[in-house]
């Protein structure tokens, strides 16, 4: 992994020899990875690394158009390879990672990426049949995303159970973020979202957000839903 190129596809450390970087699908599934992991451990570290590769994927892989190439442009680049694409089901991919790094970090930038990946194939994703599935999906997310924040320390009891509570609920759309009171930037998420409570739940849909103030609270919810 470097800032300047992103994931690398095969790098055994040796110098001099040739290394493959630069993929679209190695960035973003690694994105999506990492946000999954901050979900699973509430660290905030995997958002910030998640950031650094996507900021190498809008700055190296954007066509104006809105979509993304399938790589980065290589100058080495010999026949057949010198031509990018541009692949629905990467792209999709891309959308799904972009959406929820949005929800993580309330920056419009990645939403609107995000939409414009989407908006690119409004016209030829009925072709791909059903490996237009991602497709449609990603796009649900960006009409009615849900968004689950849990404010309060990573490390304590109430905020581990409820966090064990959300990860049993599945939904596609859905994605998970610990707001720490405690971290700068944080802070900064939570009065923008304007969350006051020092510890509760929000589920964030349809441009209203639900408060839960227990996992009770949140587990019978679930039961009806």
């Not at 792209?91 to 990946?117: F, I, P, R, V, W």
């Not at 510890?199 to 849909?205: D, G, I, K, R, T």
């Amino acid at each position: 992994y470097s800032k300047d190129t992103g994931i690398y596809h095969y790098n055994d450390g040796c110098v001099a020899c040739p290394h493959i970087f630069g993929l679209l699908t190695d960035n973003v599934h690694t994105i999506l990875a990492l946000l999954k992991a901050h979900e699973v451990t509430g660290d905030r570290k995997y958002i910030g690394t998640a950031e650094e590769i996507a900021d190498v994927v809008l700055k190296e892989m954007k066509d104006e158009g809105g979509a993304f190439f399938d790589r980065t442009n290589q100058t080495d680049d010999i026949g057949y390879l010198k031509k990018r694409n541009k692949p629905l089901m990467e792209n999709a991919a891309a959308a799904h990672a972009l959406l929820k790094l949005h929800s993580m970090t309330g920056k419009n930038e990645y939403k609107q990426a995000a939409k414009d990946a989407l908006h690119d194939f409004a016209q030829t994703y009925i072709h791909f049949g059903p490996h237009a599935s991602g497709y449609a999906l990603a796009v649900e997310a960006c009409i009615n995303p849900h968004e689950f924040y849990i404010v309060g320390n990573p490390e304590d009891k109430d905020v581990k159970t409820m966090l064990n509570s959300a990860l049993t609920y599945f939904d596609p759309r859905f994605s998970i973020r610990i707001i720490n009171p405690e971290e700068p930037e944080d802070t900064m998420l939570r009065e923008k979202k304007g969350f006051t409570h020092d510890f509760a739940a929000y589920l964030c849909a349809d441009n209203k957000c639900l408060r839960f103030n227990s996992v009770e609270e949140f587990e019978k919810w679930k039961k009806g839903n």
